[in-house]
Structures are given as structure tokens and as C-alpha cells.
């Protein structure tokens, strides 16, 4: 993914996935600004997800196993890879039947539990065994940004990595929920993750305790990063889910960004904020616009935890200025 | 533990010794800085350019379990501070509209920068290189200089943006308050947001792993990762350290306190605290004050209103998370809506008694009773740091570890909430002494309340023995008790006014007759002798030292009857009434000991005097700015006030006699 070549590139990968809908309304959730005054409509929509294993590499080279769900057409285990990683981000339309398909490929044991916060599923099934497939369906009847994610092994598989954003996309294009004061120019969602390497290399045995992140991931990223490519005057929709443990205070330099929704509901009474904080396990929606003066860094405007979780990896030495840890972590910029 | 009692010793010594023993200049405060509330770091203004010279450097706090930490900080680097030490840094207070430039001079030994969260308009950097989030100066020494127009009004922090994981854990950062153009009384350009701009308070929050600042000290290795945070702070201090004045000597490197005090809001005080909360920590602490809620106005730097932008989204809390990075403003009003108080509004059930409770430590806030206002009885040997009734609340983070210093409590990020008896401290009279007249009846209980029953003197009277010729001078009386023992006085005799030039003090006096209209005449022998006037004074016990800005409070009036239960009303020829207080430093206790003592001070206007009372109630209330240790005792009479009623009536060309009839008296003082 390169946010400098592509605007709306994270809303991008939504076109990945692998699903059946009507061309023209991938088409509108893919080209973002370009497109106004077009609706969505309701359609079927099938989404096939696998459970599988794999591994990233972080910034400091070091080399995490993980698991993911990813969309492909044979599931197996090993497919996470850099690339795919976390779960691809699943874009639906108000009003879509949606039909779930979770493939577990993670190794025997692994049930698997299938789990949207925020949505409810029609009756049946919930659970895949491994090797099994579950079939999960549900009427996306809330525009909203949710967090999918698998309930298993009493939270171990989603620390492994088991969780991805859903977007729900309200009846109008560029906007995030059917009202004209959620409208937006540029989409960036935000999946705010950790890795505890010492977790991922024992998911099943791992004393809990002890689980202390050292990476500290944007979308499955540590900065560097391409950031977010936005120009002066544009409005950004950062759809934040936290996928990760700890309350997560997001600061950002330069403009306020104006919190609209928490939990996939519109809030009574918007409000400005500079360093916004999202619950573990909740999802918020804020709008910044981009302002037309010059950024503080030449790198834009900076867009970081302001828990100031911004190194990667085990960080040695703070005597020495500029260490090699830092800037790291949950950083990105807002840049033209 | 020992550290932690030697300093609530001294807590107790601060507030007994009062001002006396905290000097108002400290390092790191403008001169004439309060001891409470918000104190803003000047800078230089010209023009509507807002500039501030500040010095990250290094240097080290104390926290109240013993331990010194090292810190860096931005310091003022104007005179008279001149870069000297403090943390956090100096609260930059600018209006709205202003630029504002911060010249950073760096000497550190590792580049360092400011960042300016909340500022959307654009922060220009001058000098300096290009960092990762901003604009850095070179380390040891180099410079940068930040400008930009102070946007939206609000609380703001400012903070490194270097290295941040660091820098900012080891304490560079401070508050911004941009004031909005409609006045320093308000928190935003809404007049819903006006405040007692005497009671605007900063409440910064922090916290402190010192194995990375030991780290950084000795250039040993620490894993940011592993920060486990063991102090926890409110402007650069920990419980109980933060109940201490600004500018406190014990505290030379951490100017700042963070004691909130408040008064009930009344009919005359209906103006609530402003309260900026801000979190340059990195937790997010869920903030607890105890008592009534307060109302959270604005986060970041922006009110908090509906969508439209019509009215206020503004909510009520006792318990609010002010998250890492984040800015609240609270309006706190404290609402007495019970008003209970021991005399007349006294609770429905008997409180218990305090003389068989313990307490901990033999040491308490607590006043003995529990009517605000009103002081009780603890058992021997607790000493209580209450002043006159105040109530103290505890206002803390309530994560349970963040109270304590090195998990030891109570400590850590937590102060008090004072609330002061309604307009300030009050006393009613303990004593009353007649120095010119006689008991009519009453107590000084009858002073106490603003009721129906009253303290009643009248004109002190006499015989004399023998007959009086016209043309007589020189008369002798049955006793001198009870007239003034100095200076002209007038007496009557029948219908005729004599002054009393001589032999006062004695029962021979040197009169000049026939004074105010009356006509010289004889008088048989045993003809009465009054007085024309009432001269008493109340006493008033237990005022602190260090009270300041006293305030007087007399409600009384005159009748025509010397005897019965009722009041006869006087229809002309009001008498003439002064009020006094005791100015000890002029003779101390003989300065007011008689009618003319020297020690009697007129009570200064306004109300100008004397004052016209008659038989209708009259309530005046007299101020005396600033310090008020001259009208309270020392030594023997420690804590002393004393307040004198003189009442005349010169009446002509018929005298008649009087009384003095006094309600209510009260004093109500700013303890400290």
C-alpha cells in the first residue's frame, strides 16, 4: 500500500477482498472524492475470509509469527504475509445481506468464533473447528466503522491477529453515515495494533501477565509509513479501530479532528479534539480538514500515539540521542 | 513514612505561620505571585506580539516520600528567574489573537523542540533544524524560535517533540492558556463560560518512572517499554506537597501548587472556578473530585456545544478521564443547597462526638464540627490544620496505584478541594465588655444571630450627691465607673447638658454648662447624672494570623427606653452611632481598653461615619483590604479581634435618654 501514490488508498484495499456486488459500487467506494452524488444500493454480498498463519517482518527486522484472515480462494495455513496483514479492511453497503463465509485453516484446537461488535448475526452457527468453515450472515442495517474479529481461544487469537475492520457505508457516497455533516474527501482507517513478540511465539501457553507490546502498529505497520495523502482543504475520515489492549490517545498536530461517532453511532454532540482517545475494542470516526498552511515537520502532520508508543521494538539506550528505536511505532502523517 | 510526617508538620506550621513564614517571591514566580491559583509566567508584550524566552534544561524535583528526581524542563528565561529550574514549565497565558513566540534555547545535550498540540494555525519555526515532528534546536546550546497567532481560546499543553517517548516521560512540557478577547474572566468567548477570575486554577498531570530518569542520569540503558510509573504528579508535585502555596520554600524547583479553594456560591457570589485540567502524561487518569459535580466545558481547547453551535453540550461529573494528551475545563460552582448550620438549621439527628473518634496520626483537616463555618471540639492532643470551618475534599486520580509515592499512601496525583465558609471565613463575638454604659440586657449570644433577641446597653448614669447651682463648675458625683476616664464627654442632668472638660476619672469634674442648646439651671440633690452615649465592644477569638481583607459586619439599633422589654421608637434626633476596631499595634491591649484609647479606629467608609440609627435595624458592613494583622492580637491577646460600639445622642433642646440595642455582629476574613 503507498498512500502517497493513491489517494484513498486504504479505502483501496477494500477492492481485494473477495466478494460478489454490483461493479459500480466497488467502483464508488474505490475512487473516494472522484465520485459525488452517486448512492449505494443494497445488495447480497458474499465475503470469504480464511483464518491462517504466517508472519511479518517489523521495522527492526525482526520477524513475528501472526495469524490473520485473508481473502483468497483456498484457505491454508501460512498465508499472512506483509502484505496482507492485519485482516483486509470489509466494505459493505447500508442495507447489504451479508453472507460471512470463515474458512479455519489455524492448526488443530484453534476453534475458531467468528465476531462482529456492534452487528447481529442471524441465528446458527458460530463456531469453525479447524479445517471447518463457518457461515455467518447478517443485514448491514447501521452505517458505521466496526471490528471484526475472531472470540477464540478467550482472546488469543485476536491478539494474534485475528481481527480487521468492517466498514459499513451509509446509502450516500462520501460520507460516512446518512448525514451531509459526516461527508469527506479523503477515508483513512487507522487499525491500531501490538505485537508482544514473546506472546506470538506461545499464543497457547503465554502467562498473560506478562504480555508487555513492543510493537506498536498502524494497520499492521510501524512507522515508516507512507501516511495519509490529503490536500490543504480536504477533509479526512480517519475511522480508527482499535484491535489492540490499551486505551489508545491518537494526537494530532495542526488541525482538530472533529470525533462524529463511537461504536459505529453518531455522536449527540461532535466534538473538536486534539489528542482523541479510542477504547481497546472500540472504533471512533473523526473528520479533520487539512489546512492550507505548511505542516509543523516536513513530514505533514504528525498523527501518533500520544501514549508516545511511537518506537519499535526493545529500546535499550535513552541516553543516546536519535536512538535507533525511535521514531518507530504508531506514527503517520497527514501530507499533500 | 517519616519524610511524609515531617512534611504534613510542615504543612501545619505553613498554615499556622500563614504568610508570615512563605515568601510571596519565589524562584520561578513573578513577583507578588498568589499563593493559590493559577499563576501565568509574564513574558514581554509589545505590541500584539507575545514573546517568552524559555530554557530547557535540567534539574531536579523533590517528592514527599524523601526522593529527588531528575527532571528536565523548560524554564523562564527572563529575569528574575533567568533560567532557573522548574518543572513543569512556565504557564504561558496569552490572548487570543496575539502572536506568540517562544524562543527556545536548548541545553540539553541532545537536540530538543516544543510542539504545540491544539495551535492549528500555522506554528513558524526560525533557526533551529528540521526534525521529525517539528522545527529542533541543536543540543547544548543551540536556539529555535516558534511563532504563531494564539488561535481558539483555551487550555493547551506544550510540550517536546523530540524523541518524545522519552523527553516528554522526563518532564518537558508545560501549559498554554490563550484567553479569548472577551476578558480574562472568561474561559471562552461564551459568556456561560465566566468565572471569579481569583479562582482560576491549573491542574497538570503527569507521571514519573525514576528508573528512567535514574537512567538518563547515570547514562545507564532502560527499556522505554518497561516504563512502570511510581510518581504521579500535579504540577510537577506529589500529594501531600501539592496542597502547598505556590512559590513554597520547601519546594524551590516546583513553583507550582495545585490546592483548589472555592467558596459556596451565594446571591453575592455567583461567579464559579475555572479548573484546567490537563494530562501531559501518558496514562490516562480518571480524575475524581469528591463533593459536588463540576461541568466540564471544553476539551482541547473548544467548548464542548450541540451541532449547531447554539448551546452548550457542556456535562456534570465526579468522575471524568482526562485522557494522555488531552485539555478539560471545568466549571466548579459549589452549591451549599442544605445550609445546615448548629444554630438555626441544625441536623435532624445529633452528629456524634468527635472527642471519642481517632484520628489518624492525631492530625486532621477536619474542624471538630460539621457546619461549614463553624469549628468543633477534637480530642486532646489531635492537631487539626483547619482554619475556621472550612471543609477540605480530596480531589485524586482514582487508580488506586496513582495515589501513592512509590506505593506509599496517600501521596501521588492528588490534591485537596477547600471550600471556604460562604464570603470567607466568619466569627461572631465570644465576649463583650461595657467600657461607657450598662447592661440594659442580653448576652453575647444575642450578637451571635441575626434574630430577635438583642444585647442592650444603656448611658452609663450616676447621682449626684449634692445640690447644683446654675452658675456651678466644679460638681462632684457618686461614682466615675463607667464614664470615659479621658477627654471631653457630655453628661445630662435634667434637661441640661454639661461637658466634662476635667477630673475625668475622678468624682470631681470641671464641666462647661449649659452645652447642645441646653440652658444652664439648678439641680436638687440626688438628681441622676447620665451619660449621652454607649460605648461597649465585642471580643472575637481564634482569627488566624495571615487572615487578610477583614470584613465588619454590625446590625443594631437605638430606642427611646432605658427599661422594659420593648423597643420605644426614637422619631427624631437620631443618635449618632461609630464603629471601631481595636488597632493592636498602636498600644496593644491598653490602646483598647477604654472609650478613648487610642487603639480605636473608625471603621472606614463605606458606610461613611457616623451613621443615623434608630429604632429600625440597621446592617452595615465595613472592609479593610489586604493584611489584617494589625487588628489581630498578638501574645496574650493572639488572635484577638475587637470591634467598639459607640453610640451617641446629643439632643436639644429636651434630652432624652437612650439605649443601645445590637443585634448581629460578625467578621468574615480570608484565612490563610
Known amino acids: 500500500m503507498s498512500g502517497r501514490e493513491r489517494n484513498g488508498s486504504l479505502a483501496m484495499r477494500a477492492l481485494a477482498f473477495n466478494k460478489t456486488r454490483a461493479l459500480l459500487v466497488v467502483a464508488v467506494a474505490a475512487a473516494g472524492l472522484a465520485v459525488t452524488g452517486s448512492t449505494a444500493s443494497a445488495a447480497p454480498v458474499t465475503i470469504d475470509l480464511c483464518a491462517s498463519t504466517g508472519q511479518v517482518t517489523m521495522p527492526d527486522g525482526a520477524t513475528v509469527d501472526v495469524w490473520g484472515f485473508v481473502q483468497t480462494g483456498s484457505c491454508a495455513p501460512g498465508l499472512v504475509n506483509d502484505g496482507n496483514f492485519p485482516g483486509t479492511p470489509l466494505s459493505v453497503n447500508e442495507g447489504d445481506a451479508v453472507t460471512v463465509n470463515v474458512t479455519n485453516a489455524l492448526s488443530t484446537g484453534h476453534t475458531l468464533r467468528f465476531e462482529v461488535p456492534g452487528i447481529a448475526f442471524d441465528p446458527g452457527p458460530t463456531d469453525a473447528a479447524s479445517g471447518a468453515t463457518v457461515t455467518r450472515t447478517f443485514t448491514a442495517s447501521a452505517p458505521g466503522t466496526y471490528q471484526y474479529q475472531s472470540g477464540g481461544d478467550a482472546g488469543r487469537q485476536a491478539a494474534m491477529g485475528l481481527s480487521g475492520a468492517l466498514i459499513v457505508r451509509p446509502l450516500t457516497a462520501n460520507q460516512a453515515y446518512d448525514t451531509a455533516t459526516t461527508a469527506y474527501d479523503v477515508e483513512a482507517t487507522l487499525i491500531l495494533g501490538a505485537i508482544d513478540p514473546n506472546f506470538n511465539a506461545a499464543p497457547d501457553t503465554f502467562e498473560l501477565h506478562g504480555y508487555r507490546a513492543i510493537y506498536w502498529l498502524i494497520n499492521g505497520k510501524a512507522y515508516p509509513t507512507p501516511g495519509i495523502t490529503a490536500a490543504p482543504g480536504q477533509r479526512v475520515l480517519l475511522r480508527y479501530v482499535n484491535a489492540g489492549f490499551d486505551n489508545t490517545a491518537m494526537l494530532l498536530l495542526g488541525m482538530h479532528q472533529r470525533v462524529l461517532a463511537r461504536d459505529a453511532r453518531l455522536l449527540g454532540n461532535p466534538f473538536d479534539a486534539s489528542a482523541e482517545t479510542i477504547p481497546a475494542g472500540g472504533t471512533e470516526d473523526a473528520i479533520a480538514t487539512v489546512p492550507a498552511t505548511a505542516p509543523p515537520s516536513p513530514n505533514g502532520f504528525p498523527l501518533y500515539n500520544r501514549q508516545m508508543h511511537v518506537t519499535t521494538g526493545n529500546a535499550p539506550t535513552p541516553t543516546t540521542p536519535n536512538p535507533a528505536y525511535t521514531p518507530g511505532g504508531q506514527l503517520t502523517f497527514i501530507h499533500s | ?672
Not at chain 2, 481595636?582 to 484609647?597: D, E, F, K, L, Y
Open chain 2, 1 to 672: 513514612m517519616t519524610k511524609k510526617i515531617r512534611r504534613l508538620g510542615l504543612v501545619v506550621a505553613l498554615v499556622a505561620g500563614g504568610a508570615a513564614l512563605v515568601p510571596l517571591h519565589a524562584d520561578a514566580l513573578p513577583v507578588g505571585a498568589p499563593k493559590l491559583g493559577m499563576v501565568c509566567t509574564p513574558g514581554t508584550v509589545s505590541g500584539s506580539t507575545h514573546t517568552f524566552n524559555l530554557v530547557a534544561n535540567t534539574g531536579s524535583i523533590s517528592t514527599p516520600d524523601g526522593n529527588d528526581v531528575l527532571m528536565w524542563s523548560y524554564a523562564n528565561g527572563d529575569a528574575p528567574d533567568s533560567g532557573h529550574f522548574q518543572s513543569p514549565g512556565p504557564v504561558l497565558c496569552v490572548t487570543q489573537g496575539e502572536t506568540v513566540v517562544v524562543n527556545l534555547t536548548n541545553n540539553l545535550t541532545e537536540p530538543t523542540s516544543i510542539l504545540f498540540p491544539g495551535q492549528d494555525a500555522q506554528v513558524t519555526a526560525s533557526g533551529g533544524s528540521a526534525g521529525l515532528l517539528t522545527t529542533e534546536a541543536a543540543a547544548s546550546g543551540g536556539t529555535v524560535s516558534y511563532s504563531f497567532a494564539a488561535g481558539s481560546p483555551g487550555s493547551y499543553l506544550y510540550e517536546s517533540g523530540t524523541d518524545v517517548s522519552k523527553q516528554v516521560e522526563m518532564g518537558l512540557y508545560g501549559a498554554l492558556v490563550v484567553r479569548p478577547t472577551t476578558g480574562a474572566n472568561f474561559a471562552y468567548n461564551s459568556a456561560a463560560t465566566q468565572f471569579d477570575p481569583s479562582r482560576e486554577f491549573v491542574l497538570l498531570l503527569a507521571e514519573i518512572d525514576p528508573e528512567l530518569h535514574h537512567a538518563v542520569e547515570t547514562g545507564g540503558t532502560y527499556d522505554i517499554n518497561t516504563l512502570h510509573n511510581r510518581y504521579f504528579t500535579i504540577n510537577g508535585r506529589s500529594f501531600p506537597d501539592t496542597v502547598q502555596d505556590n512559590g513554597s520554600s520547601l519546594l524551590p524547583n516546583q513553583p507550582y501548587g495545585a490546592l483548589v479553594r472555592i467558596q459556596p456560591n451565594t446571591a453575592s457570589n455567583t461567579q464559579p472556578a475555572l479548573v484546567r485540567m490537563l494530562n501531559a502524561g501518558m496514562l490516562n487518569h480518571p480524575f475524581h473530585p469528591h463533593g459536588n459535580h463540576t461541568r466540564e466545558i471544553a476539551q482541547d481547547g473548544r467548548l464542548l456545544q450541540n451541532p449547531a453551535g447554539t448551546g452548550s453540550a457542556s456535562t456534570e461529573h465526579f468522575g471524568e478521564t482526562i485522557a494522555s494528551g488531552q485539555t478539560l475545563d471545568f466549571l466548579l460552582r459549589w452549591d451549599d443547597v442544605d445550609s445546615w448550620n448548629p444554630v438555626n438549621n441544625p441536623f435532624p439527628v445529633p452528629p456524634p462526638n468527635y472527642r471519642d473518634v481517632f484520628f489518624k496520626d492525631g492530625n486532621t483537616y477536619y474542624s471538630g464540627s460539621p457546619y461549614l463555618g463553624y469549628s468543633g471540639t477534637l480530642p486532646t492532643g489531635t492537631v487539626t490544620q483547619n482554619v475556621c470551618g472550612e471543609w477540605y475534599f480530596p480531589l485524586h486520580s482514582h487508580a488506586l496505584n496513582e495515589f501513592t509515592n512509590f506505593d506509599e499512601g496517600f501521596g501521588g496525583m492528588g490534591t485537596l478541594l477547600r471550600v471556604d465558609p460562604p464570603g470567607g471565613c466568619f466569627g461572631v463575638p465570644s465576649s463583650t465588655a461595657i467600657v461607657g454604659g450598662t447592661l440594659k440586657s442580653g448576652s453575647v449570644t444575642a450578637l451571635g444571630l441575626d434574630d430577635t433577641t438583642y444585647y442592650q446597653v444603656n448611658p452609663k448614669t450616676t447621682t449626684r450627691p449634692t445640690a447644683t447651682t446654675a452658675g456651678q463648675t466644679t460638681i462632684t458625683v457618686a461614682s466615675a465607673a463607667g464614664f470615659p476616664a479621658s477627654g471631653t464627654f457630655y453628661v445630662r442632668i435634667d434637661s441640661e447638658v454639661m461637658a466634662v472638660t476635667g477630673g475625668q476619672g475622678t468624682t470631681t469634674w470641671t464641666v462647661l454648662r449649659g452645652q447642645l442648646g441646653t440652658a444652664a439651671a439648678t439641680h436638687a440633690a440626688g438628681a441622676a447624672v447620665s451619660g449621652l452615649a454607649t460605648d461597649w465592644y465585642a471580643g472575637f477569638t481564634t482569627v488566624p494570623a495571615g487572615a487578610a481583607n477583614l470584613q465588619v459586619t454590625y446590625k443594631g439599633r437605638n430606642c427611646a427606653n432605658t427599661t422594659g422589654t420593648g423597643c420605644t421608637a426614637i422619631a427624631g434626633n437620631l443618635p449618632q452611632q461609630t464603629v471601631k476596631i481595636c488597632n493592636w499595634t498602636v498600644a496593644g491591649a491598653a490602646g483598647c481598653s477604654g472609650i478613648m484609647s487610642a487603639g480605636w479606629v473608625t471603621l472606614p467608609a463605606p458606610p461613611a461615619q457616623p451613621q443615623a440609627v434608630g429604632s429600625t435595624d440597621v446592617t452595615s458592613t465595613w472592609a479593610l483590604p489586604g493584611p489584617a494583622s494589625a487588628y489581630v492580637g498578638t501574645g496574650a491577646n493572639s488572635g484577638q479581634v475587637r470591634v467598639l460600639v459607640h453610640t451617641q445622642r446629643w439632643t436639644a433642646p429636651s434630652p432624652t435618654p437612650f439605649s443601645t440595642w445590637g443585634n448581629f455582629m460578625k467578621i468574615v476574613y480570608d484565612a490563610p
